[in-house]
């Protein structure tokens, strides 16, 4: 008899206080349809102890997208948006773009930008 494989999972750290974070993630969930039940969502919101037993500084987790394999390895920043895009058949040709040689510095700049700015202005950081 065959027995079912369980399905790979991702655990998505993500900060369940910042507007923007909701809506990528419940877009994010639209896209993926059934594979979106692949994703675990976990919200940093006072969950210092859980990060920090992961490795995971809480800062570290505000200002980066982390997630967690069912492995148990953690990626952060782009890394981690690949892993997250590859499950999306739609999402697949921006996860290798974004991971391209001349394209990932420049957009690892820009996102860090981004995020600092948003925290800054919601008095976060």
Not at 52 to 76: C, D, F, K, R
Not at 109 to 116: P, Q
Request: aromatic fraction near 8%; charged fraction near 30%; hydrophobic fraction near 40%.
């Amino acid at each position: 008899m065959d027995e079912k494989k369980p399905r790979h999972r991702l655990v998505v750290f993500y900060d369940g206080s910042c507007e923007s974070c909701i809506r990528d993630r419940a877009r994010y969930e639209r896209w993926a349809g059934d594979r979106g039940h692949e994703i675990c969502w976990f919200d940093i919101t006072d969950r210092e102890e859980v990060l920090l037993s992961l490795g995971i500084s809480p800062q570290q987790a505000l200002q980066e997208l982390h997630v967690q394999t069912a492995e148990g390895e953690i990626y952060s920043e782009l890394d981690a948006y690949i892993l997250l895009m590859r499950r999306v058949p739609r999402l697949r040709p921006l996860a290798m773009l974004i991971g391209l040689p001349l394209i990932r510095p420049v957009l690892s700049r820009l996102y860090r930008y981004w995020v600092r700015s948003r925290l800054e202005r919601e008095g976060r950081l």
